[in-house]
């Protein structure tokens, strides 16, 4: 039955996931970059600068940091961990230049999203901001595009519940948590009618739903200050620890770098046969790099929307470094660290076991240390991208329903049952049911960024022209 349900879902990911979708997404962020001149290279330390400040006579609930580290906590998850191995191991090392690639065109889309986010946000009778782009693709293209809002939410719904929010990240921690204290599953507990699982398993389940729990109960306040906690503290351990492995194989780092540009354009001479079609090895990775990032998913917008700003570019420019470190500086990381240490040629691996070979065979420690390393920062990464997507899907359900509270409290306990279920799903089945969602959600995002690329260039150019002027307030320069 597993196998017959596999196949069925790889079949419905590979019509999704086509051709018409992959240069959807890619040439809204070529469009962009063309017509704003490469604002995502250009204005990358104004936006690193803009990161950190604040701006407290904005609207909004959040700080701009604030937004951008509950975005990133639903981005840096197992897409920069797992699904970066997946991406290498069914592509080949090539995959990893295609996510580049799409990390950096993909940015000029994130900017986008932020700017649209803010300018067509709502404020509600209790003074929380609401936007993303069921709100730009109403307000913005006009009320008779309001099924394609819809369409937008109820996709966004389904990824926070199937997808990216619960599904692929517990599997991801549970896999890491086995891997560490039980990698034999010498204590193993029958579970009748769905099957024999490791007891750290069930435990990690047990204790991951609880603290999830703790938590969406709190509301987006909560999840934001545990966010920008948590994902700035393990993001730089994470860097430190593969930055660490690099130096350590220095003298590989060009015959890596070889390696993956040779596999993005002629992956049967490096993988042997294996991969065979270059569309496969770009599938793989923009599939994977949009997974992880989510630039053209329309998430991010979602959480850029509550920023306090009053400037839609400012916050389009705080939105993009999301992508930048997310993918271009943590999956980059990950691929290379996978290449240098020879993990993607091993066979019998997959998930989390390729990074966890790298970490164990590239870094100078005791392989036991690194282990345990590696699945502390994909246990906080994929707890807090469960938070970030519990936040996204809520916003998404509120938009289709109305504000009835009966019904949100209904679907977060929902969300958290999902998150007990995780664990129990085949890793095979939880990344491409996610694929097909991300997917699913991006059509009517990016037909909106189409839609309105003609505003975000606008706003980009009377900002910067005004800015050069002189007029903006202080606050926002």
């Known amino acids: 039955m597993w196998k017959a349900l596999n196949d069925f879902l790889v079949t419905v990911d590979n019509c999704v996931w086509g051709v018409p979708l992959i240069v959807l997404i890619l040439c809204g962020g070529i469009l962009l970059s063309l017509r704003m001149g490469f604002v995502q290279f250009r204005k990358l330390p104004l936006a690193f600068k803009y990161m950190f400040e604040k701006e407290d006579d904005g609207e909004g609930e959040v700080s701009s940091f604030q937004a951008l580290c509950t975005a990133l906590s639903a981005t840096i998850g197992t897409g920069n961990i797992v699904g970066v191995a997946t991406a290498v191991m069914a592509g080949g090392p090539g995959a990893i230049f295609w996510l580049i690639v799409a990390a950096c065109f993909g940015m000029a889309t994130k900017y986008a999203e932020g700017l649209l986010a803010v300018k067509y946000r709502t404020v509600d009778e209790e003074g929380h901001a609401l936007g993303g782009p069921f709100y730009y693709i109403e307000k913005g293209m006009g009320k008779k595009f309001k099924p394609l809002a819809k369409l937008f939410a109820f996709f966004g719904v389904c990824v926070g519940l199937f997808g990216i929010g619960t599904f692929s990240q517990v599997n991801g921690i549970s896999s890491a948590v086995v891997n560490f204290f039980d990698p034999k599953t010498q204590f193993a507990v029958t579970i009748p009618g769905i099957g024999t699982y490791s007891i750290a398993v069930i435990i990690a389940s047990i204790v991951l739903t609880l603290c999830v729990a703790l938590v969406l109960l709190g509301g987006l306040q909560r999840i934001a200050k545990v966010s920008e906690f948590v994902v700035p503290f393990m993001a730089v351990i994470y860097v430190a620890c593969v930055v660490v492995l690099i130096l350590c194989n220095i003298t590989k780092v060009p015959y890596a770098f070889s390696v993956i540009i040779n596999g993005a354009f ?66 980059t990381m990950t691929g290379l660290s996978i290449v240098l240490t020879g993990a993607w040629q091993v066979k019998g691996l997959e998930g989390v076991q390729v990074t966890n070979y790298a970490f164990t065979h590239g870094l100078p420690i005791p392989a036991r240390l690194a282990s345990f390393l590696l699945m502390l920062c994909l246990v906080f990464f994929a707890f807090t991208t469960i938070l970030g997507w519990d936040y996204y899907s809520e916003r998404c359900l509120e938009y289709l329903v109305g504000k009835k509270e009966p019904i949100l409290k209904a679907f977060r306990y929902l969300y958290i049952l999902c998150v007990f279920a995780g664990p129990y799903m085949s890793v095979s089945a939880v990344w491409t049911i996610a694929d097909i969602f991300n997917g699913l959600m991006a059509i009517p995002n990016m037909i909106a960024i189409y839609a309105l690329n003609g505003e975000i260039v606008g706003e980009t150019k009377d900002y910067f022209r005004k800015r050069v002027l002189g007029k903006l307030a202080p606050a926002n320069d």
Do not use: H
């Not at 989510?294 to 470094?321: H, N, Y």
């Open 266 to 331: 002629n992956p049967r001479a490096v993988t042997g046969g294996a991969v065979g079609s270059i569309f496969i090895v770009m599938q793989k990775g923009i599939a994977r790099g949009i997974f992880s990032n989510e630039s053209g998913l329309g998430s991010a917008p979602i959480a850029a929307a509550a920023a306090k700003t009053k400037e839609p570019v400012r916050q389009g420019l705080v939105s993009m470094t999301g992508t930048f470190i997310d993918t271009i500086i943590i999956c």
